[in-house]
């Protein structure tokens, strides 16, 4: 087993899509396999949406309290990860739900 990088650990912590596998390639076997893996995986996205929502949460009130006392300059870098986590929380909530309640396509 090969170690790895300090970018690929930050990357797989912070984003799911490499548990996931293509439900658009192969036959209707591998089609219906890579489903049934995506459905098994998908409990691990309420992990990465509450990683998301703790970050998010914890910057906007950062920004909250030096809102006053920093530039504008330095208040975009505080509120900029709060407007980029909003979608990641969407999208990751939407993925975790349609997973666990939609049949599946075959």
């Not at 930050?10 to 658009?24: E, K, P, Q």
């Not at 995506?38 to 998301?52: E, F, G, I, S, V």
Request: charged share 10%.
């Amino acid at each position: 087993m090969q170690p790895s990088s300090l970018l690929s650990l930050l990357y797989r912590y912070w984003f799911f899509g490499w548990l996931f596998r293509d439900v658009n390639r192969g036959s209707v076997i591998e089609r219906a396999a890579a489903w049934r893996h995506n459905q098994d995986c998908a409990r691990w996205l309420p992990t990465y949406l509450r990683r998301w929502m703790v970050f998010g949460s914890t910057t906007y009130v950062l920004g909250l309290a030096v809102d006053s006392i920093l530039p504008p300059l330095l208040q975009l870098l505080i509120y900029v990860p709060v407007a980029v986590s909003i979608p990641i929380w969407v999208v990751t909530l939407v993925a975790w739900l349609g997973l666990k309640i939609l049949p599946g396509p075959f």
